[in-house]
């Protein structure tokens, strides 16, 4: 278990840090493995409607956290990015880089050299482009002290048009993912859309709810220590991969301590694939997302609890747990 702290000796970040951060956020990503303690679990919607959600803060573990937040400080979410269909097993893996900026990611490098004549190489750009998702603890409202989840989702689909109501609204709604009464409960409002003929849900707007304070030694003994739920490939690993001579190490102890894992491959993910540059669209990412709130489509605005949300692997187009 981790280090217990008590509320006067936790660490939260200044208010500045949440707009500067969702300022900072590029688009779009596609999520595969992860790891999560036995008491939590894998959550994301399936179906259009109306969810309300309570994101809650992990304290920070990694001395390198993609968002720049300190080690130790109370933070609400982990970005990451996966490349995907890698060697000759397709696996998709979190790109090592992502996580971790000193560690070198020998696709990221390949997609470099391949940036130097773009034109020539679009096509093998595209598949190495990396995928960008983003993990969160989150809360039923109506059960707090029930089961924790980490949601996952694609950036581009929840990330993007929470940093964008971030940016756009009330400064009293900063600390939403706080234990404290700062905190609020997220109304996020989940349409269908599609891409390329494929459809998907996707966050059309969030709305910030006052709420009652959190259990703050509760909620923060629960919940899932993000920086370590991601099953993260060494760079020699990844290479062997990517080279093509080794299928993913199934026999490692990455892959070991995989649990929670999907039973097969999740669907290709039907956004459009960053380009050429996915640091480059971060202003696009959000431009699109001011858009996707003005069509406000016709949605039902239909309730659902995230713990009643579907969990049986049958309907392999509706299912987007992990
Ligand atoms: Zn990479």
């Known amino acids: 278990m981790k280090t217990k702290r008590n509320k006067s000796t936790r660490r939260r970040v200044d208010k500045d840090r949440v707009t500067d951060n969702a300022r900072d956020q590029a688009s779009t990503g596609k999520m595969d493995w992860l790891r999560l303690p036995s008491n939590v679990e894998a959550w994301a919607p399936t179906q259009p409607g109306t969810v309300k959600m309570d994101i809650v803060p992990y304290e920070v573990s990694s001395e390198n956290h993609p968002d720049r937040i300190e080690k130790g400080c109370l933070w609400y979410k982990l970005p990451f990015a996966v ?64 089961n ?47 891409f390329a003929g494929t459809d998907f849900i996707t966050a059309k707007r969030i709305d910030f709810k006052r709420r009652e304070e959190l259990d703050e030694d509760d909620v923060l003994g629960r919940v899932a220590d993000l920086d370590k739920c991601l099953v993260v490939l060494s760079v020699d690993q990844v290479t062997r991969m990517f080279d093509g001579g080794e299928a993913s190490p199934s026999s490692s102890e990455s892959e070991s301590s995989t649990r929670k894992r999907r039973s097969r491959d999740p669907e290709p993910d039907p956004e459009p694939d960053p380009e050429p ?3 480059a669209d971060e202003d696009k990412t959000e431009c699109e997302t001011a858009r996707d709130r003005q ?28």
């Not at 940016?167 to 700062?182: A, I, M, N, P, Q």
């Open 83 to 146: 490349h995907r269909d890698v060697g000759i097993d397709s696996k998709n893996i979190v790109c090592p880089q992502s996580v971790d900026d000193k560690v070198p990611c020998p696709i990221c490098a390949k997609r470099k050299l391949l940036l130097k004549d773009y034109d020539d190489n679009v096509e093998q750009i595209k598949e190495l482009n990396p995928q960008k998702w983003v993990l969160y603890n989150m809360l039923d409202p109506k059960n707090p002290g029930g």
């Open 148 to 194: 924790m989840f980490v949601f996952a989702f694609s950036r581009g689909k929840f990330a993007a048009t929470l940093e964008a109501e971030l940016l756009e609204g009330d400064e009293g709604d900063l600390s939403f993912y706080d234990v404290t009464k700062e905190g609020r409960t997220l109304s996020v409002r989940f349409s269908k859309d599609s």
């Open 277 to 279: 540059e996915p640091e």
């Open 295 to 322: 069509e406000q489509p016709d949605e039902p605005e239909e309730e659902f609890d995230p713990v009643a949300a579907p969990s049986d692997e049958g309907d392999e187009d509706d299912d987007l747990f992990i």
